[in-house]
């Protein structure tokens, strides 16, 4: 069944020039009947091929349902823009919402920015990846930790707090969360004022890739985060390595525009951005407990949960709980 996913990951996706052309019928019932044609030559068993066929078409319809944006993107209140070139298209926040439930997620809230998907990949096919964009404003990051965070004994701890954390996971139904360790370490930007990081997890028989980018702007962070498999982290590394360079805070936004008479300072620093503390506040705490598309891929947009992890990570530093 492999081949057929995968023939259907590039013909449910939005047309692209000199790519392919989906050539999938679009009336239901065609559809249906198409899909039901092909899997016949994966031998599945009778009593199963109405519920896959059903499956597998009704994620082809809600992916050509996706509208997908081209070009320059400006996200929030004017507050940044994605230059994505033909490499990218991007999710607005509704549409964001809409694929995170359709991977088996509860719905965020509140709802990220958006989502940028490579071109030509389908956000709800099997096989594939996109990249969420949040921001949180909890005011201007002093980045002077960054040069001296130790950030391997950083991991040793964050390891020990998924473990003390994964009872309440178990309890609640899912499989403990286990942070193997760094996919890509820490690297920040002092010029460029970015972060990008990658951790590699495993949930279950289940491995995942978490590749992080965060852009610290006047009052807040831009937090973009891939969502994929471990066995991507190839194709990922080199999209994120392109991604961190098409994102700007606007004018007025950026990190440089801080006026410290007038803005708020956050009561955290570049480790605690690592940590999972943008993410918590964020909400996306919840999707942690979550596997998309069936299990193949996890969304961890921070492996440390809750304030009191954080407390005991950056010592005395005044750390909001997680809402």
Do not use: C
């Amino acid at each position: 069944m492999r081949t057929l996913i995968f023939w259907l990951s590039l013909a449910m996706a939005e047309p692209a020039p000199d790519l392919y052309e989906p050539d999938l019928p679009t009336e239901p019932a065609a559809l249906r009947t198409a899909i039901g044609e092909q899997l016949k030559e994966e031998n599945i068993p009778g009593e199963m091929l109405g519920e896959i066929v059903e499956e597998l078409a009704s994620i082809v319809e809600k992916e050509r349902g996706l509208h997908y944006q081209r070009g320059d993107i400006t996200v929030g209140d004017n507050l940044a823009t994605i230059a994505q070139g033909e490499a990218w298209r991007f999710l607005g926040p509704r549409e964001t919402g809409d694929v995170i439930e359709a991977w088996g997620n509860p719905r965020p809230d509140p709802l990220p920015l958006g989502m940028v998907v490579p071109a030509g990949v389908a956000a709800l096919a099997p096989d594939s990846w996109a990249i969420v964009v949040m921001y949180e404003e909890e005011g201007h990051i002093d980045d002077a930790d960054a040069a001296t965070t130790v950030f391997d004994a950083m991991l040793k701890d964050m390891q020990q707090a998924q473990k003390d954390s994964n009872p309440d996971r178990v309890a609640a139904g899912y499989d403990a969360l286990e942070l193997v360790g760094w996919a890509e370490p820490p690297h920040y930007d002092p010029v460029g004022k970015k972060l990008y990081w990658a951790q590699s997890l495993k949930s279950g028989d289940n491995a995942s890739l978490n590749y992080d980018v965060r852009v610290l702007g006047r009052e807040g962070v831009l937090a973009l985060s891939a969502v994929s498999s471990i066995e991507a982290l190839d194709i990922v590394k080199p999209a994120m390595e392109d991604i961190i360079q098409r994102v700007e805070f606007n004018q007025g936004s950026r990190y440089a525009d801080f006026n410290p008479s007038t803005d708020k300072m956050a009561a955290f620093g570049i480790g605690a951005l690592i940590a999972g503390k943008v993410a918590a506040k964020a909400g996306l705490f919840k999707i942690l407990l979550a596997a998309l598309l069936a299990g193949k891929k996890l969304v961890v947009a921070g492996v440390v949960a809750g304030a009191a992890a954080l407390k005991a990570l950056f010592g005395k530093k005044d750390v909001p709980p997680s809402t």
